[in-house]
């Protein structure tokens, strides 16, 4: 199916995109104009229900008034020092993270990557410092199917060959088990072993979630071993998984907590790595940094985030929407359309049907339907639409997206 542009207006914005862009992505061909809640409006007026969230960085939802404000009152006062100088709302900030973490401490930086960056340099280090591997022998356990970033670090343990070809030579140091396999960890595990790296419940895999008990398992394994376990929490964290970390779906307390998208409530890049004065307190000046790194704008607004977890409403909602979203969706399996409905809080993963097209394919029916939904890995379907989405508006992307997969089989 070609995907046409709704307009001339939209098809010339698309056009100069991709003329002067490069092409290292493959957007649905909708351009937007502005947004509040859980909407977005395109360059011609249309208005859609958002069912991806910018990939959960929008969680509380575009505009959200309370991270606007605090946005707004820091922008007249100062938006960046640099580290080299103490800023004001810097303090708040790591105070109020660290307190909702239940650690002692915060190391801020921008994107998610750089903050999975950060954690494999602060396991390396404890490693070496603390749990004495020899220098240059360090070894992380990763999941098969993870997804941690782009850098050329965090591609070379990825299983994607598209992010990985031509990419080399890759960085050594990590070794693969099978997601949801807590006997393959501790199989894999060795005095060298530093830290065993893993995303709770995995997003850009399609929302998989482990068998329950695993995350029991790993922790217990871990602990036993004295390897540092790292969460993930960027894309599941904050909300999404139905509780503040998907860990606590399982009541499981990792070392080191990896936090970003929705934390810089989307309207800044923020990232942080949350873990205890023995491990973070490692750090010494001049060992990592980030010019950009805890900036009082970012901090003014992930103070803010914070906040707005503080009542768990947000966690509420993202349970309660998300038992109703999977049983809205249950005639998809009935009926043979989704091979699969995977749900972790307002966080759905469906496998489509091969016989009635691509996910991109439903994709596009569901944008003519005013519903925007992210295909991922060919035939999954990933919906995160923003926490504070209305009854009414959940209710509507449910029959949607019962009637997009119905055309789609109408045309098989
Ligand atoms: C998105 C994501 C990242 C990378 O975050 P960026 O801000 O895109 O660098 C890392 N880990 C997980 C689990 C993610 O979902």
């Known amino acids: 199916m070609a995907l046409e542009p709704r307009s001339e207006r939209q098809r010339a914005a698309i056009d100069e995109i991709e003329t002067f862009s490069a092409h290292n992505y493959a957007p649905l061909p909708v351009v937007i104009a502005s947004a509040e809640g859980a909407h977005v409006t395109d360059v011609d007026g249309n208005r859609y229900i958002d069912c991806l969230s910018a990939y959960s960085a929008v969680n509380f939802g575009h505009g959200h008034p309370a991270l606007l404000a605090a946005a707004q ?22 105070k109020a993270l660290a307190e909702l973490c239940g650690k002692d401490m915060v190391l801020p930086m921008n994107t998610g990557v750089e903050a999975v960056e950060t954690a494999i340099k602060t396991a390396r280090k404890w490693g070496y410092e603390t749990k004495g591997v020899p220098e240059g022998r360090a070894k992380i356990i990763v999941m098969e199917g993870n997804f941690h970033g782009r850098t050329t670090t965090v591609i070379s343990f990825s299983n994607d060959e598209e992010a990985r070809r031509s990419f080399s030579p890759y960085t050594p140091g990590f070794v693969h088990v099978p997601f949801g396999d ?21 997003g850009e895999a399609g929302v998989i979630v482990p068998p329950l008990g695993f995350l029991t398992e790993v922790r217990e394994v871990t602990s036993r071993h004295g390897v540092l376990m790292i969460a993930d929490e960027i894309q599941s964290g904050l909300g999404r998984a139905g509780a503040t970390f998907a860990c606590d ?5 990792p070392d080191i907590y990896v936090l970003g998208k929705a934390l810089g409530g989307g309207i800044m890049p923020l990232s942080a790595v949350v873990a205890n004065r023995d491990i973070l307190g490692l750090f010494r000046p001049g060992q990592h940094g980030s010019t950009f790194g805890g900036n009082p704008l970012a901090c003014a607004i992930g103070s803010a985030v914070v906040d707005l977890l503080a009542t768990g409403e947000m966690q509420e909602r993202s349970c309660v ?31 489509v049907n091969p016989d009635l097209g691509t996910a991109k394919d439903i994709c596009y029916r569901l944008l003519g339907k005013e519903v925007l939904a992210k295909d991922t890995h060919g035939h999954t379907i990933r919906f995160a639409p923003p926490l504070v989405i209305s009854l009414s ?6 029959e949607h997206t019962l009637a997009a997969f119905a ?6």
Not at 183 to 201: F, H, K, M, R, S
Not at 407 to 412: K, L, R
Request: hydrophobic content about 50%.
């Open 321 to 351: 929407l998300g038992e109703r979203f999977r049983a809205g969706l249950q005639p998809l399996l009935d009926k043979g359309w989704a091979t699969a409905v995977r749900q972790a809080g307002l966080w759905l993963g469906v496998d």
């Open 249 to 253: 779906r399982e009541g499981v307390i």
């Open 393 to 398: 508006d959940l209710d509507a992307v449910i």
């Open 73 to 94: 009152a820091q922008l007249g006062k100062v938006t960046l020092t640099s580290r080299a100088f103490y800023s004001e709302p810097f303090g708040p900030f790591v």
């Open 407 to 412: 055309d789609a089989a109408g045309h098989v």
């Open 182 to 202: 807590a006997g393959a960890i501790e199989a894999a595990t060795d005095d060298d072993t530093v830290a065993v790296l893993l995303e709770p419940v995995q």
